[in-house]
């Protein structure tokens, strides 16, 4: 399923245009606390989403993400808040690490090119959400949802207070790989960060690769890049 993934993101990159609004950036795995936005009180992102998360077994070339650009909407019925959505761009800057490598950068151009954003559909407490892919092709078609179904399916699961399930089936295949937090939302390095660096080594990825808005528009998330 990885290969196939690749292959179709590298398809994809081949067959848009040129013009990217973000140029890419190669940065060391030991800094990527000082270049992602950590989700926080101040970014509005809810507690148990809060810091740096690594993505501990994902089988693709992406290996950290942030909540702190998320668009939180509350989800109302006959008045009270049954629960959230949120939506999170996964192309702009600040929020998301690809791996320095063909593979990584493939995919990212891939999923700048699409304009991919998670919608997450979380429960009132944020401990439970259905992920739903968003994509815009080449960035001026119409947006087209994948809904969830019994071939696709994206789920998290809170397991502990620093760790999720990410809970997968792809056309029946189930897979699992787990958020773990590395930085909280304070700012401070937490257990798990020994783990990521000692995996990034042991797995030789290479640099952290990051996308900068190539339109700044200073540390606010999300970028005028974004289009969401």
Not at 145 to 150: A, D, K, N, R
Not at 171 to 189: A, T
Request: aromatic letters at 12%; a negative charge.
């Amino acid at each position: 399923m990885r290969g196939l993934f690749l292959l179709i993101s590298m398809f994809l990159s081949s067959h848009v245009l040129a013009f990217s609004s973000y140029d890419l950036m190669s940065v060391s795995h030991e800094e990527i606390d000082q270049y992602l936005i950590a989700g926080s009180d101040d970014t509005g992102t809810p507690r148990n989403l809060q810091g740096l998360w690594w993505m501990d077994g994902n089988p693709l070339a992406d290996e950290v993400v942030s909540f702190s650009s998320a668009r939180i909407e509350a989800i109302e019925e006959a008045g009270n808040v049954i629960g959230y959505k949120a939506y999170i761009p996964v192309y702009d800057e600040g929020i998301w690490s690809w791996h320095d490598s063909f593979s990584g950068r493939s995919l990212y151009r891939a999923v700048e090119k699409n304009q991919l954003v998670y919608q997450g559909i979380f429960n009132t407490d944020f401990s439970y959400g259905d992920v739903t892919p968003i994509i815009k092709p080449f960035g001026v078609f119409p947006e087209v949802e994948i809904p969830q179904s019994m071939l696709l399916n994206f789920s998290m699961s809170q397991v502990s207070d620093n760790e999720w399930s990410r809970d997968s089936v792809i056309f029946g295949q189930e897979s699992s790989y787990r958020f773990r937090q590395i930085v909280d939302g304070e700012g401070n390095r937490l257990p798990a960060w020994d783990d990521y660096l000692i995996s990034i080594e042991a797995r030789d990825v290479g640099n952290a690769l990051l996308p900068v808005c190539t339109r700044d528009n200073g540390p606010v998330l999300p970028t005028s890049c974004a289009n969401f």
